[in-house]
């Protein structure tokens, strides 16, 4: 899956980011989507996956390493500040907030759903 990366417009964007990332859409038409310029909420996060036509795990796992991965996935991360969404897939991190990264940011601990792409995007 080719990703562009896209770094979050202001620091409480991360989850439109990381949607917008894996839809190939922009973070602006994601907040059209959830009437939401501020931090999302699960829901939300589920709501618009399924909307770009992504089916997303019921259930949260926790993670240590980068090999535990699936490869598309929307991560759940406590860095030192936050609560922050990120985005990886196929090897790569697409981080809203710290960019295009080999390996997690820090974080204490870290959680993913599993994407899978189920047809073409919706407009």
Same mark, same amino acid.
């Given at each position: 899956?080719?990703?562009?990366?896209?770094?979050?417009?202001?620091?409480?964007?991360? =989850?439109?980011?990381?949607?917008?990332?894996?839809? =190939? /859409?922009? *973070?602006?038409? *994601?907040?059209?989507?959830?009437?939401? $310029?501020?931090? &999302?909420?699960?829901?939300?996060? %589920?709501f618009a !996956?399924? #909307?770009?036509? !992504?089916?997303?795990?019921?259930?949260? /796992?926790? *993670?240590?390493?980068? $090999?535990?991965?699936?490869? +598309?996935c929307l991560?759940? +991360?406590?860095?030192?500040?936050?609560? #922050?969404?990120? +985005?990886?897939?196929?090897? &790569?991190?697409?981080?809203? $907030?710290?960019?295009v990264?080999?390996?997690?940011?820090?974080? %204490? @601990?870290?959680?993913?759903?599993?994407?899978?792409p189920? @047809?073409?995007? $919706?407009?």
């Amino acid at each position: 899956m080719k990703i562009e990366y896209i770094h979050e417009p202001t620091d409480l964007q991360c =989850g439109q980011a990381a949607i917008a990332m894996a839809a =190939g /859409v922009t *973070v602006d038409e *994601v907040i059209g989507l959830l009437g939401n $310029e501020r931090e &999302t909420t699960l829901k939300e996060m %589920r709501f618009a !996956f399924s #909307h770009y036509g !992504f089916e997303m795990s019921a259930a949260r /796992v926790q *993670v240590q390493k980068k $090999e535990q991965l699936p490869p +598309l996935c929307l991560l759940s +991360l406590e860095t030192p500040r936050c609560w #922050h969404w990120s +985005l990886y897939a196929d090897g &790569t991190f697409y981080d809203p $907030e710290h960019g295009v990264m080999e390996d997690f940011p820090e974080t %204490r @601990r870290k959680y993913y759903w599993e994407l899978k792409p189920q @047809r073409a995007a $919706e407009s």
